[in-house]
């Protein structure tokens, strides 16, 4: 039990714990603003709430990839779970890497649809992935309102696997990522 204990005390390093919980900031702006905005129709035009959810969903777009880059060139630390727990986890973090870039790529698919320009930081425009009028670019939003639930879902799954390792396994597990 003390090399387990040991070996799971290992952090992250910072760049990835800001890169998480940048995310986890931004994930739940994101899922506020999607609950609370207005619904998208025909005529909708991209402003207030739905301007703010394009923003965001923009940053998360570009936080997401420096995540990636970030962790296929810096590994993480070790853990010592089992065998089972261990491939549950790669499972789980790679359905969340993979909701985490799909869902925001999707609801940008769907504004370039729409002929909505999709901001980085309310500046900088990303590019068109659509043609405007596109039936597959209309069609990607309903495709992104059902992932976005997956999202909800796998975070649900992460939350409870962190809160699992601490408080029945009281391992330290959980604290490789705190702050």
């Known amino acids: 039990m003390a090399d387990f204990r040991r070996s799971a005390e290992a952090r992250y390093d910072g760049v990835a714990r800001l890169l998480h919980w940048s995310i986890v900031v931004l994930i739940t702006i994101q899922f506020v603003i999607g609950w609370t905005m207005p619904d998208v129709h025909h005529d909708t035009k991209p402003v207030g709430l739905i301007a703010w959810h394009l923003g965001v969903g923009a940053t998360l777009v570009a ?66 992935l659509t043609p405007a009028g596109s039936a597959f670019g209309h069609a990607m939003g309903d495709v992104h309102g059902v992932l976005a639930w997956v999202l909800f879902a796998l975070i649900a799954v992460h939350v409870a696997a962190a809160l699992f390792h601490r408080f029945v396994l009281r391992d330290q597990v959980m604290h490789r990522m705190l702050p």
């Open 63 to 128: 936080a997401m990839a420096l995540r990636i880059i970030w962790r296929l060139t810096h590994r993480p630390p070790p853990d010592a779970l089992s065998p089972i727990l261990s491939a549950a986890s790669r499972i789980t973090h790679l359905l969340l890497y993979a909701a985490l870039v799909i869902v925001p790529v999707l609801g940008w698919i769907n504004a370039s649809s729409r002929g909505w320009t999709v901001n980085f930081l309310g500046v900088v425009p990303f590019p068109g």
